[in-house]
């Protein structure tokens, strides 16, 4: 322990810097655990396409997304969901989304406005579209 705070006084802005980052470690952890949106991977994901025509809402931008996406996906950006424009989404609320962004980091702020808004089945796609590329699942190009 006395080797510990030596080390303490001698660098305090590490020290510091590492009390942060193990403070943003547990935050996301605990934020990931109580969250409503659970993450689901590759194997749920086209299970919940088929089985329960969930919809994708890919929320990369325009031009990635017409570089390929998901079959069937909605492309709505990260802000036009915080903006409250949810486009053909509005229509059914119960319905099942799926929410990707390019590598699974971005999503859940966006499934969270989902959730916010009044949708009730919202998931995030583990690794996002990249994770599913990795995969070799396909993706259909255009629109």
């Known amino acids: 322990m006395q080797e510990i705070m030596q080390f303490v006084g001698r660098h305090t802005i590490l020290s510091l810097v590492w009390v942060g980052l193990l403070l943003a470690v547990l935050v996301t952890i605990f934020k990931g655990a109580f969250s409503k949106v659970k993450e ?14 969930a919809t994708i809402v890919d929320t990369r931008s ?7 996406h998901i079959i069937n996906s909605i492309n709505l950006t990260p802000s036009e969901l915080k903006e409250g424009s949810f486009g ?3 229509k059914n609320k119960e319905h099942a989304l799926i929410v990707a962004c ?3 980091t971005t999503a859940r702020a966006s499934a969270e406005a989902l959730l916010a808004a009044g949708f ?5 796609l583990k690794e996002g579209i990249a994770g599913w590329q990795g995969e070799n ?3 259909v190009k255009g629109k």
Request: glycine residues 6%.
């Open 137 to 139: 699942l396909p993706l």
């Open 120 to 124: 009730v089945h919202v998931y995030v």
């Open 62 to 68: 325009r031009e990635d997304f017409r570089k390929g």
């Open 102 to 104: 390019a590598n699974g």
């Open 40 to 53: 689901i991977n590759r194997t749920e994901t086209t299970l919940m396409i088929n089985k329960d025509s």
């Open 88 to 90: 053909e989404l509005s």
